[in-house]
């Protein structure tokens, strides 16, 4: 739907075919502040401030790269012809991008289809799903609503939900019956479902590593508190007539057409970095007390997250300038089409030809989370913050003096300094030690199964074990289940986590212990001093595991022996846990320490002594200056429990 007084019109295309590109080139360095001239030539890919959507066209013999889950660069390939570098610098959560072929390149998604999708049958792609159930879209009765769409050439305008006023809702069910939602689907009603495992994990993990949102973490499972990025993907199967009305997302989206036609609407939105989406296309229907009453709660919420960006914002309303501003800009998506649209887009769908879509929903924690648990951690450190709250009433002469008011004031006071010596000492660098910021290569559920089959049949053929293929595929399925991260370790199976042999650890590529690779060791410490994270802990296992392990053993016990022998020698490293009720860590990491060193062993016992770490290792005075061994292990720089800051 059009905004008042104004008309909604479709993209022009880039590219040489282009009537239009002439003329929208000048009009865009007229509205366009004049830039410094550079060596190279301007990019051809801009559009005005007003324009929500860059729309670029493949041409005849352009040959855009296949995609596939196996490319080193998913995001460059997709993107194509459009440089990912130009892409993450100038549209990326801020312009919406079309990749058109007009259903001319539909070989370079042949693989997905093929490998990944099941050639497009919906039964064995609802069977397959990651979804427990499956949403089926059902056509609304409701005559005050619009929900289904007429053939797209008809001229009539009066039945048509882009051209009128009316609000259009989803009314959907759950299922949980593959079979029945795919009988519903074969009458006409739109599913919706996530992608298979494998497609999902593939998708996720290389869009995040290649925008970097989130730093490039992910963990599928779920089980990983050190992943500041996550996603899904979903799997659209629309029917001819089905329509989405106006919403956006929170998320930063990327959908490729699969088959079928759809037509798009977009105009961008006031609410930048929107925490929750606005949906006025999906309610609780049938008028019952309970169904209006969560209709209203998700009014609500909704309006208090986006009112947050933008004070005017107005539930479910594009068409008002307190929550868009610019054009409506219409495309439509062929076979063989890429649509990225970032967060906070308005954005209405028809499917004008039935067919299958799958879009990838990247998510990522927000800075105000992460410093937040953070400086929660710093102040439980000290009694007068982990103090509970008691409100006594004094009456000071005449005057009422409430005690949460008065403790209260004291303490903020007090922030701004806690505030400043945490950002004085590398406070950046506690909140994002470089296990976040470079993470380890993804490898999926099944390369990790396959992977695991592998080594047991290897380890088999050279005698070295003797196990049944049942064995070695139960073993491979526990091993798949725990993390999916590529780190170099070993997996303790009695504690179902992964530990690091600090003396055989090796960092991933792309990091360096100090970010001047070319300084030796004496200038490192010349201007830099050594930091122990305040929001690191480091933990003797044994402390951990001993107390209930050693209930019913002997002394004499071999076993129990061997086991607390292994026990002394592993060490649980936990950072910024203090900023959540069941104080779950941003990083959790088991390290092992065989050398005689003891570092690990020293720097725990120097923390239950309230002993500053740093201060074992004197960079200064020490008569080993000038070589790496008198510096902590690399792994502990890597996991943040120390830092270098510039002196």
Request: glycine fraction near 4%; hydrophobic fraction near 30%.
């Amino acid at each position: 739907m059009a905004p008042p007084n104004q008309k909604c019109r479709k993209t022009s295309r880039l590219g040489s075919k282009s009537k239009t590109s002439s003329s929208t080139s000048k009009e865009m360095n007229s509205e366009e502040p004049k830039r410094k001239q550079r060596d190279e030539s301007p990019s051809p890919f801009q559009i005005s401030a007003s324009n929500p959507v860059l729309e670029i066209e493949l041409k005849d013999g352009d040959n855009p790269p296949p995609i596939e889950v196996q490319s080193d660069n998913l995001l460059r390939d997709m993107l194509f012809p459009l440089d990912s570098t130009i892409f993450m610098k100038d549209f990326f959560r801020q312009k919406a991008v079309h990749i058109s072929t007009k259903g001319k390149y539909t070989d370079r998604i042949q693989s997905l289809i093929e490998e990944q999708m099941y050639n497009l049958d919906m039964e064995s792609i609802l069977n397959e799903t990651s979804s427990e159930n499956i949403f089926v879209w059902l056509h609304s009765q409701n005559e005050n609503t619009t929900t289904n769409m007429i053939d797209s050439k008809s001229k009539s305008k009066k039945n048509n939900p882009l051209n009128n006023n009316k609000i259009s809702t989803l009314r959907s069910i759950e299922i949980s019956n593959p079979s029945t939602a795919l009988s519903l689907h074969h009458v006409g009603h739109a599913t919706y479902c996530r992608a298979p495992p494998e497609l999902e994990q593939y998708l996720v993990s290389s869009l995040l590593r290649n925008t970097s949102f989130g730093c490039g973490q992910y963990d599928p499972s779920g089980s990983s508190t050190s992943t500041l990025g996550r996603g899904e993907v979903e799997v659209f199967a629309g029917t001819k007539y089905h329509y989405t009305n106006w919403h956006f997302d929170f998320q930063e989206n990327f959908t490729i057409q699969l088959s079928g036609i759809k037509r798009w609407r977009l105009r961008q939105g006031h609410v930048k970095f929107p925490m929750r989406g606005c949906t006025p296309h999906y309610y609780y229907s049938w008028n019952n007390e309970e169904n209006i009453k969560m209709n209203e709660f998700m009014v609500e919420s909704q309006l208090k997250s986006h009112r947050l960006s933008n004070s005017s914002f107005e539930f479910g309303q594009q068409n008002i300038e307190s929550n868009a501003y610019g054009e409506e800009v219409e495309i439509l998506m062929y076979p063989g089409d890429i649509l990225y649209f970032p967060a906070g887009i308005w954005h209405c769908v028809e499917t004008v030809e039935m067919g299958i879509s799958i879009n990838v929903s990247l998510m990522a924690t927000t800075y105000a989370h992460v410093v937040c648990q953070a400086l929660q951690h710093l102040l439980l450190k000290q009694d007068p913050w982990r103090e509970t709250i008691v409100n006594r009433v004094n009456n000071d002469d005449d005057n009422e003096v409430q005690e949460v008011l008065k403790k209260t004031r004291g303490l903020l006071h007090q922030l701004p300094d806690i505030i400043k010596e945490f950002a004085q000492n590398g406070g950046e660098q506690a909140l994002f030690p470089p296990v976040l910021r470079y993470p380890a290569n993804f490898i999926s559920t099944e390369e990790e199964e396959s992977k695991s089959i592998e080594e047991e049949e290897e380890e088999s053929n050279h005698g070295k074990d003797n196990k049944s293929s049942t064995d070695m595929e139960q073993d491979s399925d526990c091993e798949a289940s725990g993390s999916q991260v590529e780190i170099p370790n070993e997996l303790d199976e009695s504690k179902d986590f992964n530990v690091i042999d600090v003396g055989e650890f090796q960092a991933p590529n792309g990091w360096s212990w100090y970010k001047n690779n070319e300084l030796d060791f004496k200038e490192i410490v010349s201007q830099a001093r050594l930091v122990k994270n305040p929001l690191a802990t480091l933990t003797k296992l044994k402390d951990i595991s001993s107390f209930y392990c050693n209930i019913g053993k002997t002394p004499h016990d071999e076993a129990h022996h061997e086991d607390n022998e292994s026990e002394a020698k592993k060490y649980v490293l936990n950072l910024s846990f203090g900023g959540n009720e069941m104080q779950e860590s941003s990083v959790r990491t088991v390290m092992s320490e065989c050398s005689e060193s003891h570092y690990l062993e020293k720097c725990a016992d120097c923390e239950k002594n309230d002993v500053d770490p740093a201060s074992l290792f004197d960079l200064v005075s020490n008569d080993d200056v000038g070589t790496e061994t008198s510096v902590p292990p690399l792994c502990l720089f890597y996991y943040g429990y120390f830092y270098w800051v510039q002196k």
